[in-house]
T-cell receptor, first 114, second 114 residues
Framework: NAGVTQTPKFQVLKTGQSMTLQCAQD?????MSWYRQDPGMGLRLIHY???????DQGEVPNGYNVSRSTTEDFPLRLLSAAPSQTSVYFC?????????????FGPGTRLTVL | AQTVTQSQPEMSVQEAETVTLSCTYDTSENNYYLFWYKQPPSRQMILVIRQEAYKQQNATENRFSVNFQKAAKSFSLKISDSQLGDTAMYFCAFMIGATNKLIFGTGTLLAVQP
């Protein structure tokens, strides 16, 4: 199993550009989430999904869109990038109704918006 | 709203010594889980240890153990026999029930000195 994969690892955008951060998992996990990590603020939940076709907002959803058309993939879209979206982005997945509640994280994408 | 507080931005410990990282949280929920994650310079998020709130016994994983004080809403991590590979950022995290949504503290940067 590859686990949770994210592409790209690094990205530089100009203000106003759009892009999609890719996330995929091969563990047949129902739950998938996107977090952003900023210095001094820990990780904060952006959007999450409890299964294909179902998404919901987390703590900091503004400026981001998500969709979940398959169990495996959960892309994060920035429609018009802003410098405030400069951050490290993590995708995570976990199995529903898992007593351990363990979330598996991808390696992260470092995004810089100029 | 749930919050997680880590009051020690940075800590240092000598190799082979013991160190304790502090974490407090605030919630009115009864069913929740607590976690410690390690983030080494590679940026990968690694689960260190978990604690179910309904369990009175403190969780242990090899050199890592927690002191869970439910009434005080405290969840500290003790690392025994510290090793150079323990150098990392450590995040305390909270999850309500089986929501699979993590709330993170701001992290403690631990440096293990040779």
């Amino acid at each position: 199993n590859a686990g949770v994969t994210q592409t790209p690892k690094f990205q530089v955008l100009k203000t106003g550009q759009s892009m999609t951060l890719q996330c995929a998992q091969d563990m047949n996990h129902e739950y998938m989430s996107w977090y952003r990590q900023d210095p001094g603020m820990g990780l904060r939940l952006i959007h999450y999904s409890v299964g294909a076709g179902i998404t919901d907002q987390g703590e900091v959803p503004n400026g981001y869109n998500v969709s979940r058309s398959t169990t495996e993939d959960f892309p994060l879209r920035l429609l018009s990038a802003a410098p405030s979206q400069t951050s490290v982005y993590f995708c995570a997945s976990s199995k529903a109704r898992d007593r351990e509640n363990e979330q598996f994280f991808g390696p992260g994408t470092r995004l810089t918006v100029l | 709203a749930q919050t997680v507080t880590q009051s020690q931005p940075e800590m240092s410990v000598q190799e082979a010594e013991t160190v304790t990282l502090s974490c407090t949280y605030d919630t009115s929920e009864n069913n929740y889980y607590l976690f410690w994650y390690k983030q080494p310079p590679s940026r990968q998020m690694i689960l260190v240890i978990r604690q179910e709130a309904y369990k009175q016994q403190n969780a242990t994983e090899n050199r890592f153990s927690v002191n869970f004080q439910k009434a005080a809403k405290s969840f500290s991590l003790k690392i025994s026999d510290s090793q150079l590979g323990d150098t990392a950022m450590y995040f305390c995290a909270f999850m309500i029930g089986a929501t699979n949504k993590l709330i993170f503290g701001t992290g403690t940067l631990l440096a293990v000195q040779p």
